[in-house]
């Protein structure tokens, strides 16, 4: 499986983006997925994820601002950013894990900058 992340920019705080993950291969409906996001000199963190099942999952900090989605048709997840702030700041990796295998793939990051 390749993941292939795409849709970061800059944008002004209080503007939104939204992030794209595209799988190869198939099997994507058996797939968890899952956004984190590393901001300069700190460590990787847990965004939000869904399950093969579309339940969904999101960091405090992101609650309400953030959704998370899957078009398993098309074997791409979302991630739809609001009311973004400088915080939000960080490259974001997507990373999907078979839910009954446990491999687990990373895709390349892509930059999001909020400009303050």
């Known amino acids: 499986?390749?993941?292939?992340?795409?849709?970061?920019?800059?944008?002004?705080?209080?503007?939104?983006?939204?992030?794209?993950?595209?799988?190869s291969g198939s099997a994507f409906s058996s797939y968890a997925m899952a956004w984190y996001r590393q901001a300069p000199g700190k460590q990787r963190e847990l965004v939000a994820s869904i399950s093969s099942s579309s339940k969904t999952n999101y960091a405090d900090s992101v609650k309400g601002r953030f959704t998370i989605s899957r078009d398993n048709a098309r074997n791409t997840g979302?991630?739809?950013?609001?009311?973004?702030?400088?915080?939000?700041?960080?490259?974001?990796?997507?990373?999907?894990?078979?839910?009954?295998?446990?491999?687990s793939y990373w895709g390349r990051g892509t930059l999001v900058t909020v400009s303050s």
Do not use: K, P, W
């Open 78 to 103: 979302y991630l739809q950013m609001n009311s973004l702030n400088a915080e939000d700041t960080a490259v974001y990796f997507c990373n999907t894990i078979h839910e009954r295998l446990g491999n």
């Open 1 to 23: 499986v390749q993941l292939q992340a795409s849709g970061g920019g800059l944008v002004q705080a209080g503007g939104s983006l939204r992030l794209s993950c595209a799988a």
